[in-house]
């Protein structure tokens, strides 16, 4: 043996020596653990009291911190072993493995004693490690050795019972057919457009204080040579937007988030999506009242186009449009109801008593749906009442940004800490200032 090599030796029995006494520790810091966590769970809370702040829970996180810090030094000095043996040619420890009474069998060996291999992590290690459950392939057999001699064997099979005659069928073969498990799948969410239509921008405080201008001047005409000039007017109303905090949480536990694939990426998708679904509910139609945003079709000053008897949903479509250019506006888009929308695109050349004859007047089935109508863009939304299409000018509001949608996790909310759940926590802050109602008509379709 070279003195290099007896130097690395010495060190590998350094390491090992290091994890025999961290083990000794961790067994200790586990029995911690568990005592201070029985000694929670016994707990009775003050109404009044923070569960932070209740010894027994922080003499529950110091137990767990510290025997997370063991099994970090048992990992970092595992690699360090590993690391030695490559240094001196041998990838895997020289220990033995003790058998029940039939001998010993070393590492090497392909067979195994269970009663072993479960007194300490270290058998165990060094079985794994020799290939004892290695399997040939995705669906193979798995290595286990020799579990009874020939002779076991044979006496075994002699005295079961005749099996009865027959071909095997697949109920007889249920228990080895495998089920198919594809894990969670995301589906497929809606597009929220309607987000898309309006400006966005940002603020600092929690309330935004503007005027709205719902009335401009309108008097201004041609005058004689010292003939008294028309006085102009303008009405403007002070307003008020508050910044709304919109949110949603979801538990789960923490076993769940790291055995389940794709678990997590689904909840970081759904639950700031349906942040954002709740913003364009409430941008459209929030009623302004307890913590809901005030929305566009609630505000005071909309245009109103009456119904006209025989009209068509592209007809009270026109009819709001042609409010709002009348208010010196100009509208760019209409937001529907998907019924309404349906109603639109099966239009056809005639429909006059539900007869439903001729062309479709916004694409046939074998053409993409119609994306404008009178030049507006078109945008379903189910936060739109049916019959009632909103139509306006995209300029006359701001979604303004207090805080954007974020998702925060925590394992302190409540008794999380000790149920090994995590809290998943989705929220925005945004306020919403409508600029000039007059610019949005609301119209009216009773088919």
């Known amino acids: 043996m070279t003195t290099a090599n007896a130097t690395i030796r ?17 067994a200790d810091a586990r029995r ?13 809370l003050d109404g009044a009291a923070k569960i932070t702040e209740v010894a027994e829970f922080q003499n529950a996180e110091t137990a767990v ?14 690699i360090a072993e590993e690391g030695i043996l490559k240094l001196l040619g041998d990838d895997s420890p020289h220990e033995v493995v003790t058998g029940n009474g039939n001998g010993t069998v070393s590492v090497p060996s392909r067979g195994w004693n269970g009663h072993a291999l479960v007194q300490n992590e270290t058998a165990y290690d060094n079985a794994r490690k020799a290939g004892l459950f290695q399997s040939s392939a995705k669906f193979g057999t798995i290595q286990m050795g020799q579990i009874a001699s020939r002779e076991q064997a044979v006496q075994f099979l002699s005295d079961l019972p005749a099996a009865p005659a027959g071909p095997i069928t697949t109920t007889g073969a249920a228990g080895l057919i495998q089920p198919d498990t594809r894990g969670a799948v995301a589906p497929a969410l809606r597009p929220l457009r309607f987000l898309d239509l309006i400006p966005t921008g940002t603020t600092d405080s929690n309330s935004i204080e503007y005027v709205q201008v719902t009335a401009i001047p309108s008097t201004a005409a041609p005058v004689a040579e010292g003939v008294l000039k028309p006085e102009e007017g303008m009405t403007l109303t002070d307003a008020t937007a508050p910044v709304r905090t919109i949110a949603g949480w979801i538990k789960v536990n923490r076993q769940a988030m790291d055995d389940a694939a794709g678990l997590a990426t689904l909840i970081n998708t759904l639950l700031p999506y349906d942040v954002r679904r709740k913003i364009e509910a409430q941008v459209i139609a929030g009623d302004g009242t307890g913590q809901n945003l005030k929305g566009i079709t609630r505000q005071t000053g909309l245009g109103a186009p009456a119904y006209v008897a025989g009209d068509n949903i592209a007809d009270a479509i026109l009819r709001a449009m042609t409010v709002v250019i009348l208010a010196d506006h100009e509208p760019n888009f209409t937001a529907l109801n998907p019924i309404d929308w349906q109603e639109l695109l099966l239009m056809r050349e005639d429909n006059t008593a539900g007869a439903k004859k001729g062309m479709y007047l916004y694409g046939g089935p074998g053409t993409m749906a119609a994306a404008t109508i009178w030049g507006l863009t078109v945008t379903p939304s189910t936060a739109i009442a049916s019959t009632s299409p909103l139509v306006g000018d995209s300029m006359g509001v701001t979604l303004l940004v207090r805080e954007g949608v974020n998702v925060k996790t925590s394992d302190s909310d409540q008794d999380d800490f000790v149920k090994n759940r995590v809290t998943v926590l989705a929220e925005a802050r945004v306020a919403l200032p409508v600029w000039f109602p007059s610019a949005f008509a609301v119209a009216d379709y009773t088919p």
């Open 10 to 26: 010495d060190r590998l029995k350094e390491v090992r020596e290091q994890s025999r006494g961290l083990r000794d520790q961790r």
């Open 65 to 78: 911190r510290r025997l997370g810090d063991i099994d970090d030094q048992l990992a970092d000095l595992k």
């Open 32 to 44: 911690e653990k568990d005592a201070a966590k029985a000694a929670f769970a016994d707990v009775k």
